[in-house]
């Protein structure tokens, strides 16, 4: 039986006298996609952290793929894409590109990166600027385009429509669901409720460090006899 793509068990996280996550436990399953919402200092970008072991758990477990995510080769097969991501001022777009599939011993293609960034509405000529240049869309897309050249089995992407006009946010949903048609996992954070109701299997409402709701966004109205995700949030939170 295969492993679920991520695994929380009891995981808490303290600064100082402060507990930030507080005993979670949070399965997603592989080929999911699952959205985590709540308000600023829920603790969204804490378990992301500790997910990637950019901070050390005061107890609990993570595991990717059934691998514990303290293991480097755990994160072989995942890409991630902070909510400030911020690339080399002085790297052009294209150089970028190809340091980190460097970094993950994979080659450079022109013509996967040329049909990324189509599907991103960014134009191939920005590559040859600077990223010093680059508008925050810009620079999102940049972001973007990296993980998916990865070509990941699991995509963490915090905040991942940050930045985005219009016409780019719906480009990348539509990018995001032929990941879905490829059997791909997609866990990211959103202060888009709309967002999370329109690309999610599933959701988790993280509110003071734990988890108050996890389900289907409908179910989470039917939950609160509410017409809309935002008011059942709302509700959730309290």
């Known amino acids: ?19 930030v996550l507080g005993d979670l436990d949070l399965e997603i399953s592989n080929g999911e996609f699952f959205g985590l919402v709540g308000m600023n200092g829920a603790g969204k970008t ?25 293991q480097t080769e755990a994160r072989n097969t995942l890409a991630f894409l902070p909510e400030r991501f911020m690339p080399p001022y002085y790297l ?18 022109p013509l996967d990166a040329a049909t990324i960034l189509s599907a991103l509405d960014l134009d191939i000529s920005a590559l040859n600027r600077p990223v010093r240049a680059y508008s925050k869309g810009m620079t ?3 972001g973007l385009a990296a993980c998916f050249l990865a070509s990941k089995e699991l995509y963490v ?21 032929e990941m879905r048609t490829a059997g ?3 866990f990211f954070s959103s202060h888009a409720l709309a967002d999370v109701e329109e690309i999610c299997d599933r959701m988790a ?9 996890i389900g289907p966004p409908a179910a989470c109205c039917r939950l609160y006899g509410t017409s809309t995700l935002e008011q059942a949030y709302l509700k959730c939170i309290g």
Do not use: N, W
């Open 140 to 142: 999102q897309k940049l």
């Open 46 to 70: 804490t378990l992301i952290k500790c997910l990637l072991d950019f901070c050390a758990l005061d107890g609990g477990s993570i595991e990717i793929f059934g691998v514990s995510h303290r």
């Open 205 to 213: 409402i993280l509110h003071d460090g734990e988890i108050r709701f």
């Open 1 to 19: 039986m295969q492993p679920p793509a991520l695994q929380f068990q009891h995981v808490t996280k303290r600064y100082g006298a402060t507990q």
């Open 92 to 109: 052009t777009g294209q150089d970028f590109l190809k340091y980190m599939l460097k970094l993950q011993s994979r080659l450079y293609d």
């Open 184 to 186: 791909r996992t997609l």
């Open 157 to 177: 992407l915090d905040e991942p429509m940050s930045g985005l006009d219009p016409k780019a946010r719906a480009l990348l949903k539509a990018h995001l669901q």
